[in-house]
């Protein structure tokens, strides 16, 4: 399970030091993708192959949009020997990503923001709307 909020700068290249703890769980190569709510997604390649098969098995008008959008842009990547890893120019347009970022875990997946809009994201959430997703999950 990926779990945990890291704090981060990208260097003058688009590299970011890749938390340890991470790397570890998704493994010497991953995938980078566009995420939603204009974040990165990182996915292991175990974790990859069960989107992908999940996405192959929609039909294909419900498939093709989802296709375009995660597949296009995605990139495997490996960490050097220092940990850094290279977030492609037009991943990081996506997302917004200059200078400051968050890495976070998010259980399968591994999530890139832009660190201020990730403060906004988590002040959007409120209790209530904590509380009612507890309840569909029956807490």
Not at 45 to 52: I, R, T
Not at 59 to 76: I, T, W
Not at 112 to 130: G, K
Request: hydrophobic content about 40%.
């Amino acid at each position: 399970m990926l779990i945990g909020e890291y704090q981060h700068s990208l260097d003058s290249k688009g590299r970011v030091n890749f938390p340890a703890k991470l790397r570890e769980s998704l493994g010497e190569t991953f995938i980078i993708t566009k995420g939603l709510d204009n974040c990165l997604f990182v996915y292991s390649m175990d974790e990859w192959k069960v989107l992908e098969d999940k996405i192959r098995a929609l039909p294909m008008s419900k498939a093709r949009d989802l296709q375009r959008f995660l597949f296009a842009g995605a990139v495997e990547v490996e960490a050097d020997k220092q940990g850094r890893v290279i977030i492609p120019q037009n991943l990081r347009s996506y997302a917004g990503l200059e200078k400051d970022i968050m890495v976070i875990g998010a259980s399968v997946r591994v999530e890139i923001w832009d660190t201020q809009r990730y403060q906004q994201s988590c002040e959007s959430l409120t209790s209530d709307s904590i509380a009612q997703a507890m309840d569909e999950l029956g807490f």
